[in-house]
């Protein structure tokens, strides 16, 4: 049974940073393409960043690029968001997700001052 569970959301201030977490398991972590996604009610969930098995690709949402960097760890079974300079419009639900329609329980990111 696959299971993703996020964690490192919080409340942060514009301007700050914080780091996701996604702990896979059920499934061999390293043969998979691994994905964040975000999504604020009302909205389509929107590709934040996404990373090849292996880690050699990563292609990023036009409106984080140069701010977040998506990562893995795959002996530990860990995917990463490193996110920089939030702004406000970042705040949604962070979702950890690998195909095919595998989804964790999401992680909360607000940004305010």
């Known amino acids: 049974q696959v299971k993703l569970v996020e964690s490192g959301g919080g409340l942060v201030q514009p301007g700050g940073s914080l780091r996701l977490s996604c702990v896979g398991s059920?499934?061999?972590?390293?043969?998979?393409?691994m994905s964040w996604y975000r999504q604020v009610p009302g909205k389509e969930r929107e590709l934040v960043a996404i990373i090849t098995n292996g880690g050699g690709a990563t292609r990023y949402g036009d409106s984080v690029k140069g701010r977040f960097t998506i990562s893995r760890d795959d002996p530990k079974n860990t995917l990463y968001l490193q996110m920089n300079n939030l702004k406000f419009e970042d705040t949604a639900v962070y979702y950890c997700?690998?195909?095919?329609?595998?989804w964790g329980q999401g992680t909360q990111v607000t940004v305010s001052s």
């Open positions: 059920g499934f061999t972590f390293a043969d998979y393409v």
């Open positions: 997700y690998r195909a095919t329609n595998n």
